[in-house]
Antibody, heavy 126, light 107 residues
Framework: QVQLQEAGPGLVKPSQTLSLTCTVS??????????WTWIRQHPAKGLEWIGY???????YYNPSLKSRLTMSIDTSKNQFSLNLSSMTAADTAVYYC??????????????????WGQGTLVTVSS | DIQMTQSPSSLSASVGDRVTITCRAS??????LGWYQQKPGKAPKRLIY???ILGSGVPSRFSGSGSGTEFTLTISSLQPEDFATYYC?????????FGQGTKVEIK
C-alpha cells in the first residue's frame, strides 16, 4: 500500500516562501507512469490543482502559480517537494500531495489519482 | 484551461434515494474524467475514473457515464456513509481542473 505524507510549517509569514515535502512509502518516486502532484484546498472551498513533477524531473505548473512555484524530486529520499514564494493570505489552504497514475489501457491511457497524503494546513499570517 | 462546471452545488437527499450529479467541460475531454469523494477533514478518495470505470473497492451503487463534455455520477441508493462532497476532475490536459464540488447532505 502506497502512503504519502506531507511535512512542512503550519504557519508562514506573508512574503515568505513555503517549503513542503512529501515522503512516499510503499512505492518509488523513481517509477515511470506516475505524476507526483500537489493540490490545495482553501478553507471551506474546492480543490485547486497546483502542479506535478515526474521522476525525470520534468514539471508542469498551474499557470496561475507558475511565477512563484518550484518543484523538485529526490529519488534517494523517495520524496518530492514544493516551494511557493511570496506567500499571501490567499495561499492559506490545506496542501495535499498525491500520486496521479497513467494507466496504459488497450485504447490508450487512463489517468486517475489513487493515493493522497492526509493534507497539511498552511496558514499565512504575521 | 478547461473549465469544469459541476451541478448542483449542493443537494439534500434521504437514505435510499437515487442521486445524480453532473459535470460539464468547456471543451471535449473524451472520457478523461474522474469522480472523487471527500469527507470532512479527509483527503479525497477516487470513485470513478475514465468516466465510467469503478475504482477498486468502490461499491457498485456508484456509477459514472458520459463522454465529450457531459458527465454524470449516479448513486443508485444513497447510504449513510455517502453523505460527503463530490468533485469531478478532468484528466485530459494540464493544468488539471476540478469541478466546484457537490455537497450531498441528509434530508
Amino acid at each position: 500500500q502506497v502512503q504519502l505524507q506531507e511535512a512542512g510549517p503550519g504557519l508562514v509569514k506573508p512574503s515568505q516562501t513555503l517549503s513542503l515535502t512529501c515522503t512516499v512509502s510503499g512505492g518509488s518516486v523513481n517509477s515511470g507512469g506516475y505524476y507526483w502532484t500537489w493540490i490545495r484546498q482553501h478553507p471551506a472551498k474546492g480543490l485547486e490543482w497546483i502542479g506535478y513533477i515526474y521522476h525525470s524531473g520534468s514539471t508542469y505548473y498551474n499557470p496561475s502559480l507558475k511565477s512563484r512555484l518550484t518543484m523538485s524530486i529526490d529519488t534517494s529520499k523517495n520524496q518530492f517537494s514544493l516551494n511557493l514564494s511570496s506567500m499571501t493570505a490567499a495561499d492559506t489552504a490545506v496542501y495535499y500531495c498525491a500520486r496521479e497514475v497513467r494507466d496504459y489501457s488497450g485504447s490508450g491511457s487512463d489517468y486517475y489519482i489513487d493515493f493522497w497524503g492526509q493534507g497539511t494546513l498552511v496558514t499565512v499570517s504575521s | 484551461d478547461i473549465q469544469m462546471t459541476q451541478s448542483p452545488s449542493s443537494l439534500s437527499a434521504s437514505v435510499g434515494d437515487r442521486v445524480t450529479i453532473t459535470c460539464r467541460a468547456s471543451q471535449g475531454i473524451r472520457s478523461d474524467l474522474g469522480w472523487y469523494q471527500q469527507k470532512p477533514g479527509k483527503a479525497p478518495k477516487r470513485l470513478i475514473y475514465a468516466a465510467y470505470i469503478l475504482g477498486s473497492g468502490v461499491p457498485s451503487r456508484f456509477s459514472g457515464s458520459g463522454s465529450g463534455t457531459e458527465f454524470t455520477l449516479t448513486i443508485s441508493s444513497l447510504q449513510p456513509e455517502d453523505f460527503a462532497t463530490y468533485y469531478c476532475l478532468q484528466h485530459n490536459s494540464f493544468p488539471r481542473t476540478f469541478g466546484q464540488g457537490t455537497k450531498v447532505e441528509i434530508k
